[in-house]
């Protein structure tokens, strides 16, 4: 299985500020993913990061607020820009890893935010 | 659009009992992922189902996918407390960049 490794683990933010979550994967991997999981919700999906391009942005999110990088194939950094408490959620990474005959996405310990 | 539906959302079951999760999707989809995430915690993978008639078991949980009727069933055998936690199912599709549809959840309460 892939280790992920996310940092912070968690944070408490004053709005209107911005926090930046590192996203540490064990190995070279080809897509990397953001998520978002609100409390008691399930997972949406952010964006798609792209090693050596801009990141695919789903509907609803915008670059301006979720900025994103992906500067080689094991890092990428996850933005939360001019925070209110509305982003307050659980921020996951997550990767695409390809074991013997099998892919499967595995997911970091995620970064939980609260926004005040 | 991909669209994944998760029945029941809330399960309380008795030790010993015997139940099944259902995630229905939309679309095809080139994989049907099963998680399972505890209380404060992130994603544990329990299966990746690809194929029609795919049939997955690991200790009490047995994962089957039966892509004609787009479904797939996630039976829980003999529960036991320790299975108590949320379970996630999520399809994904290469075309969609391989990006993973979740639904709603299962909350799984095992009574003692």
């Known amino acids: 299985s892939a280790v992920i490794s996310q940092k912070p683990s968690r944070d408490i933010c004053q709005r209107g500020t911005s926090l930046t979550i590192q996203c540490q994967v064990d190995?070279?991997?080809?897509?990397m993913f953001w998520y978002r999981q609100q409390p008691g919700q399930s997972l949406t999906l952010i964006a798609t990061?792209?090693?050596?391009?801009?990141?695919?942005?789903e509907s609803g999110f915008v670059i301006d607020k979720f900025p994103i990088s992906r500067p080689n194939l094991t890092f990428s950094t996850l933005t939360v820009s001019n925070m209110s408490p509305e982003d307050s959620s659980i921020y996951l990474c997550?990767?695409?890893?390809?074991?013997?005959?099998?892919?499967?996405?595995?997911f970091g310990p995620g970064t939980r935010l609260l926004v005040l | 659009e991909l669209k994944v539906e998760q029945n029941p959302l809330f399960l309380s079951m008795q030790e010993g009992k015997n139940y099944t999760i259902y995630c229905n999707y939309s679309t095809t989809s080139d994989r049907l992922y099963w998680y399972r995430q505890d209380p404060g915690k992130s994603l544990e993978s329990l299966f990746v189902l690809l194929s029609n008639g795919a049939v997955k078991q690991e200790g009490r949980l047995m994962a089957s996918l039966d892509t004609k009727a787009r479904l797939s069933t996630l039976h829980i055998t003999a529960a036991v407390h320790d299975l108590s936690a949320t379970y996630f199912c999520a399809v994904s599709k290469w075309v969609y960049g391989n990006k993973l549809v979740f639904g709603a959840g299962t909350i799984l309460r095992v009574k003692s």
């Open positions: 990061a792209n090693q050596g391009s801009e990141a695919t942005y």
């Open positions: 190995s070279q991997v080809t897509m």
């Open positions: 997550s990767a695409n890893k390809r074991e013997t005959t099998q892919e499967t996405q595995y």
